[in-house]
């Protein structure tokens, strides 16, 4: 059996009763509440501010119990042509236990993780963090449906932020180059951090994007255009 088949295995035998068991505590708790009332208001799209995060996350699979370890964000004014001071980071304590591996790849202790936030203490801060903006990952469909996923496993309200995906424009303006990160960070010069921190990988990921804005052919000026793709992207990635 392959690791991904005994994975769900795995998850139908066992992780998804210890799951639904170390939640309910947290579902008592007054964020729960509250994000239950933030998740049903409609979130405007922003052609002019936007959140660029990153998650950490355990893999690729938060349908059979992959979780958050880290989300990293900064905030990007396209007006201005900046990256604003503000920024966001929390370590999340995940339900269950983080492999060895992904704490070498991120550079996480056991303590620092058993220290963290709860996944919806650490959620209802992002969206407090990222509310009036338009969210940018990449690539989205990894993060968005990461959130969305986690979010609908513990029973909330669909999460349906507006977004746009970094990675679909990269494909677009540099058709014959790798569109991973890494490979655009070294092409664009972009200043190296440390990678898989939720934090630095969001700031690479923002300079990136205003070096694409840049680039973009806006005959009709920056906030048509922006609207225009942020609409493309959402259609594309299934926001209702």
């Known amino acids: 059996m392959s690791s991904i088949g005994l994975k769900l295995l795995r998850y139908f035998l066992y992780d998804r009763v210890k799951w639904q068991k170390k ?12 994000l239950q009332e933030s998740l049903l208001l409609y979130q405007e799209s922003s052609s002019r501010y936007f959140t660029v995060y990153d998650l950490e996350t355990t893999g690729f ?6 979780e958050v370890i880290s989300i990293g964000a900064v905030k990007i004014d396209l007006v201005e042509g ?8 929390r370590i999340v304590r995940p339900i269950h ?15 620092e993780i058993r220290a963290g936030w709860t996944f919806i203490e650490a959620f209802e801060e992002f969206m407090a963090f ?24 513990w029973g909330l309200p669909d999460y349906l932020p507006p977004y746009l995906d970094s990675e679909a424009l990269a494909k677009e303006l540099f058709p014959r180059s790798n569109p991973q990160l890494d490979s655009l960070i070294r092409k664009l010069n972009i200043e190296r951090h440390e990678r898989h921190h939720a934090l630095n990988d969001a700031r690479m990921t923002a300079e990136l994007c205003l070096k694409m804005f840049h680039k973009l052919d806006m005959k009709d000026g920056h906030e048509q255009e922006i609207r225009r793709r942020i609409a493309r992207d959402n259609l594309v990635f299934g926001r209702k």
């Not at 939640?23 to 509250?34: C, E, F, H, N, T």
């Not at 900046?82 to 980071?89: D, K, N, P, S, V």
């Open 97 to 111: 236990k983080v492999p060895r591996v992904v704490r070498q790849l991120t550079g996480l202790s056991i303590d």
């Open 61 to 66: 699979y938060p349908a059979i119990g992959d």
């Open 23 to 34: 939640i309910k505590r947290d579902k008592a708790l007054p964020v729960y509440d509250r």
């Open 130 to 153: 990222s509310k009036g903006t338009t969210l940018i990952a990449h690539p989205v469909k990894f993060d968005v449906y990461f959130l969305q996923t986690l979010v609908q496993k």
């Open 82 to 89: 900046r990256i604003l001071e503000e920024t966001f980071y």
